[in-house]
């Protein structure tokens, strides 16, 4: 595991995401920010900046019991 995705997978959890689902979920995230920051023409720490912080969202939202 790259140190990137260590430290992505280390805020996810800060974040809530679950320690075990972490990792894989950091991946996922790179890749798809590369994604976007292809399609959108975005730089690749605006995507990710954009992912982290809708995935913010949906934790503190379901954590709220929404």
Do not use: F, I
């Not at 974040?15 to 730089?43: F, I, N, V, W, Y």
């Amino acid at each position: 595991m790259s140190h990137e995705t260590q430290a992505l997978s280390q805020a996810l959890v800060s974040m809530g995401c679950p320690p075990d689902k972490s990792e894989e979920m950091a991946s996922q995230l790179q890749k798809r920010a590369r994604q976007l920051s292809e399609s959108k023409g975005r730089t690749y720490e605006e995507a990710l900046a954009h992912l982290l912080s809708l995935m913010r969202q949906g934790w503190s939202a379901k954590q709220n019991g929404s």
